[in-house]
C-alpha cells in the first residue's frame, strides 16, 4: 500500500554529517509511525529512531541519542534523519520502515519498507 524510497546517502568523515530522507507514496503518510534502521555487513539490523504518526514523540537508540535527529513533514510525505557527528560505527546501509506502532524497536512490526541507503564514514 505504502512505498518508500530513501536518498541522502554518502561518503563523509567522521565528525560529518548527513541527513537522509525518506518519500512514501501510495498512502496516507500521516496514518503510519515510521522508523529507521541500519545493517552493516555482516551484522544484525539495527533500529535507529522512531517517530509518532503526528511527528510529536520521538524514540532514539543509545548510539543516536544526542547525535541523530528524527523528523517528518506530513505534507510532503517525507521523514528525515538528521545525522550529526557522524562515527566510523555509524557505517550502514539505512532503511526506512511504516507501521502501526510507535516507537517499537522490532522490525517484525513495521508492514512497509524502503530499499536501504548507503552511509559511510571514513577517513
Known amino acids: 500500500q505504502v512505498h518508500l524510497v530513501e536518498s541522502g546517502g554518502g561518503l563523509v568523515q567522521p565528525g560529518g554529517s548527513l541527513r537522509l530522507s525518506c518519500v512514501g507514496s501510495?498512502?496516507?503518510?500521516?496514518?503510519?509511525?515510521m522508523g529507521w534502521f541500519r545493517q552493516a555487513p555482516g551484522k544484525e539490523r539495527e533500529w535507529v529512531a522512531a517517530?509518532?504518526?503526528?511527528?510529536?514523540?520521538?524514540y532514539y537508540s543509545h548510539s543516536a541519542k544526542g547525535r541523530f535527529t528524527i523528523s517528518r513533514t506530513n505534507t510532503k510525505n517525507t521523514m528525515y534523519l538528521q545525522m550529526n557527528s557522524l562515527k566510523p560505527e555509524d557505517t550502514a546501509v539505512y532503511y526506512c520502515?511504516?507501521?502501526?506502532?510507535?516507537?517499537?524497536?522490532?522490525?517484525?512490526?513495521?508492514?512497509?519498507w524502503g530499499q536501504g541507503t548507503q552511509v559511510t564514514v571514513s577517513s
Open positions: 517517530i509518532s504518526w503526528s511527528g510529536e514523540s520521538t
Open positions: 501510495g498512502g496516507d503518510f500521516s496514518m503510519y509511525a
Open positions: 520502515a511504516a507501521g502501526g506502532v510507535t516507537g517499537v524497536e522490532a522490525a517484525e512490526l513495521y508492514d512497509f
